[in-house]
């Protein structure tokens, strides 16, 4: 045995509680249950984490599953914000379940974007290690463990205890799926449409007024890039990225990539309004 596999030898008694845990959620028969039972049983490999557990599908909104009862980080997720989520376009790039750390997570300088800045940061997340698990081609179950503010970041021991242990979840995400209430096919088109909606919305935002060039680079500043990023991601150079930066700000009459975030969500609001109307 190396120093580095001794070093990160987990206690017995924390070996023993992640099994129980995992045990629990296999013989669970209520997916909230089940989806408590393993937090608590990661919770013996990382401590102090916060958990998420739910499903993404390439053709409608993800389906989340409450872990520790309703949490406000979850408020809004499924109306819209998941298409600017970093882990969602993960899910969408990969077919083969894994265990993301967090520079496999997000893009170069994502903590400064204002998509952290609104939406992660007042949570108080500082870190974050993501378990997707591809169940079918378009449906993969995913289990975010998050540390928030006051506790460290995730070591690289801890991310080698859960990359072990990623066919263990793979098999309790199994299990969740199998015992969710998928209700009625009607349920499954009105998430459709409601998925089909969104996504016109995102594609859409910004509507004639911009280019197509100009709505490329609209939706990467609204994942979170910096400009740096985006001018890497299409392949053009810095000083046309920032060109098409101040036009789309100019079109759109705002000044500031949060503001454009802001004018963002506006649209997906009156989107979802107007569906409610109807």
């Known amino acids: 045995m ?57 053709d409608m909104p993800p389906v989340i599953v409450d872990v520790d009862g309703h949490d406000e980080w ?68 995913y289990v975010s463990l998050m540390r928030l503010a006051d506790n460290a970041p995730f070591s690289a021991v801890e991310y080698r205890r859960l990359a072990a242990v990623l066919p263990a979840i793979e098999t309790a995400a199994t299990h969740f799926w199998s015992l969710l209430d998928r209700k009625s096919s009607s349920d499954d088109d009105r998430s459709l449409q409601l998925h089909q909606l969104l996504s016109t919305a995102y594609r859409r935002f910004g509507g004639d007024s911009l280019s197509e060039r100009e709505k490329e680079v609209t939706n990467l500043l609204l994942k979170g890039l910096p400009p740096k990023a985006v001018g890497r991601m299409l392949g053009i150079a810095p000083g046309t990225v920032r060109n098409h930066i101040k036009r789309i700000y100019v079109k759109l009459d705002v000044r500031s990539q949060a503001e454009l975030l802001a004018l963002f969500f506006e649209t997906l609001d009156e989107a979802l309004s107007h569906r409610s109307e109807s």
């Not at 987990?10 to 039972?37: D, F, M, Q």
């Not at 992660?120 to 997707?132: F, H, K, S, T």
């Open 74 to 141: 979850n408020d809004g997720y499924t109306d819209g914000k998941y298409l600017l989520d970093p882990t969602y376009d993960q899910f969408l790039a990969r077919a083969e379940s894994v265990c993301l750390s967090p520079k496999e997570m997000f893009p170069p300088d994502f903590r400064k974007s204002d998509y952290y800045l609104s939406y992660y940061r007042p949570y108080g997340m500082v870190d974050e290690i993501c378990y997707l698990l591809y169940l079918d081609t378009d449906l993969a179950g």
């Open 2 to 58: 190396t120093d580095r596999e001794i070093k990160g030898t987990l206690p017995l008694g924390a070996v023993a509680g992640w099994s129980e845990g995992l045990a629990g959620a296999l013989a669970a028969t209520e997916v909230h249950a089940s989806a408590a039972r393993l937090a608590e049983g990661l919770r013996h490999f990382v401590p102090d984490t916060q958990i998420y557990i739910g499903f993404y599908r390439s």
